[in-house]
């Protein structure tokens, strides 16, 4: 069929729509669990807490995303190879299945975190394939002079999954635990039904039959997987020490996965058809976004989360919120950074299908650095409009710079190497999400376990405590009370509950460090120690995400991305 004939009978429309709704589904599975997980947790009787289980808890986050991560380049290139609509629609079924299966959970305890744990990998591999084929699809579908318009807001919807899906969890948690999982089930049904019957392959495939990398594709799932599963552990507490980075299997893991991911690299240069075409990256425009893409990952990757401990741990219940209605609204407080890319998204993606996406993808990462100063400067106990109005800009700022960042990566490179293009595009923003999450949790743990201890054992003694009770709380790891905060738990009542104290208490000792004042109050400082590295580091590495985007060179010239 011809480019006319396509556009005439609107199957690109079609293939926007269904895309884009896969894409938001599939982010937003990455997100709506972090709100939903304090009802996960009684729901299945675990206490997330419990040293044992940090693990779990870890797991329950970050399993969904470090599979997305490893996985997106090689269902990229098998939908090069075998079909992009191919592929995309059994992810669209493996994703629902998965979601069936883990709203019918039948165990409890650790046994009911395993099978939920388990059962995100097929879910997460489901939402690959249609992570990694969507924009090779959108690509082959639309015309170079609106690709940025398509490709614009399939990654607005994504971005936009992953913010909402902090709402949606809140909400739908307060019904019935099941029901985080239950919402994909029919809007799956639906889509891969959908995309059965409507879509078509309409892209370029390799004209002569080729092997699979099999050797590539083992190296870099390994490879990728050991970086990201040791930078996880990192963060958990080890043998007494804050933090697992001097672990030995830990070290092992960063050490490993390098070796691998350097093996890969010399598999692909030499093999005849390798997974991932190394000489993609001579393309300026795609070098140059990828590693924009990935700063700006790391940058904004672990936002979501310090915002949200920001908020139910400090300021909420400083503001008259209760710790068990903060991961609520949590969600409801950070809608200004979904509104500002919700609006910003479409528009610059329109815009650099006329005026190129360096300008606007340069600009876009200049001012997220600029959002994340002001982010910095501001007070722990914050003005709401004036927080507000930052992630506003923030939002604003991603969606200026993320459309027009894809529409140049996926219009750079051949139309047979779309697949595996998106795939790396999707796989430098997840492994830099995946990455930036440990590392601003490294940061700001670091700096909280400097100073609460000590303020953490003087608060208790003052208020009644016996001695031997805080001195134990107090050298419990900081850890334990970031996720508290991160579920909606006043950390200071569920430990002493832990430890059996609160009957050693007076009525106002008690009710003084199980309130909503003295635990925000003991973490404010310290914890605002964190925010300035984390915000500062973040704004460096903008600023390496601009010069990245502003090197990409002038625009490809048309033919150069025309559809296939």
């Known amino acids: 069929m011809s480019a006319t004939a396509e556009r005439r009978d609107g199957y690109k429309w079609v293939a926007l729509a269904n895309t884009t709704a896969a894409v938001f589904m599939s982010q937003l599975d990455g997100s709506i669990i972090l709100i939903a997980l304090p009802a996960i947790f009684v729901g299945i009787h675990l206490d997330p807490l419990q040293p044992q289980n940090i693990g779990l808890l870890l797991w329950m986050i970050m399993g969904y995303r470090l599979v997305q991560a490893v996985l997106v380049v090689t269902v990229g290139r098998l939908g090069d190879l075998f079909g992009r609509v191919r592929i995309y629609n059994a992810g669209f079924a493996v994703f629902t299945l998965a979601s069936v299966a883990l709203s019918f959970d039948p165990f409890r305890g650790v046994d009911g975190a395993m099978w939920l744990i388990l059962w995100r990998f097929p879910q997460a591999f489901g939402g690959s394939m249609l992570q990694a084929n969507s924009a090779a699809i959108l690509t082959d579908a639309f015309p170079a002079e609106q690709r940025g318009f398509a490709l614009g807001t399939n990654q607005v919807a994504g971005l936009a999954g992953m913010f909402i899906g902090l709402v949606a969890g809140g909400v739908l948690s307060t019904l019935d635990w099941r029901a985080v999982f239950w919402i994909n089930v029919p809007v799956g049904i639906y889509g891969t039904v959908w995309a059965y019957l409507k879509l078509r392959e309409t892209g370029t495939r390799p004209q002569t039959r080729q092997r699979i990398d099999w050797w590539g594709n083992v190296t870099f799932a390994l490879g990728l997987s050991l970086l990201l599963i040791a930078s996880t552990y990192g963060i958990q507490p080890y043998h007494g020490q804050t933090m697992g980075w001097t672990n030995p299997w830990v070290l092992a893991g960063l050490i490993g996965g390098i070796v691998l991911l350097a093996l ?13 075409d190394l000489g993609l990256f001579r393309i300026r425009a795609f070098s140059a976004g990828n590693l924009a893409g990935l700063t700006i990952a790391l940058a904004r990757g672990g ?13 909420l219940p400083q503001h008259g919120y209760s710790f068990s209605q903060t991961p609520l609204w949590a969600g409801i407080y950070m809608l200004p950074l979904t509104i500002g890319f919700l609006i910003s998204g479409p528009i610059s993606g329109t815009l650099s299908d006329r005026l190129g996406s360096r300008g606007l993808a340069t600009a876009g990462a200049v001012i997220t650095g600029l959002a994340f100063i002001g982010l910095l400067l501001l007070p722990v106990n914050f003005s709401f409009p004036v927080f507000a109005l930052l992630l506003a800009v923030l939002g604003a ?15 750079s490179v051949p139309a047979d190497q779309r697949g595996v293009a998106s795939g790396m595009r999707s796989t430098f923003q997840n492994s830099g999400t995946a990455l ?9 743990i670091a700096g909280v376990a400097s100073s609460l201890p000590a303020a953490l054992q003087s608060g208790l003694l003052r208020a009644g405590a016996p001695h031997v009770v805080a001195a134990r709380l107090a050298g419990l790891p900081p850890v334990a009370s970031m996720f508290g905060a991160l579920l909606g738990v006043n950390p200071i009542r569920h430990l002493l509950a832990q430890q059996h104290a609160l009957h050693f208490l007076s009525p106002a000792g008690r009710q003084a460090l199980t309130g909503r004042a003295f635990f925000p109050h003991l973490i404010s400082a310290p914890f605002h120690d964190g925010l300035v590295v984390v915000f500062a580091t973040a704004a460096a590495l903008a600023a390496v995400a601009a010069v990245a985007s502003f090197l990409r060179g002038s625009p490809n010239p048309p033919s150069q991305g025309a559809p296939a």
Do not use: H, K
């Open 436 to 444: 930036s999450i440990s590392v601003f949790f490294t940061l700001v």
């Open 303 to 315: 936002l979501q989360f310090m915002i949200v401990i920001w908020l139910q741990g400090i300021w």
């Open 397 to 411: 700022a991603t969606g200026m710079f993320s459309s027009p960042n894809s529409s140049s990566i996926m219009g």
């Open 264 to 276: 890969f690299l010399a598999i692909e240069s030499r093999v005849r058809a390798p997974m991932v």
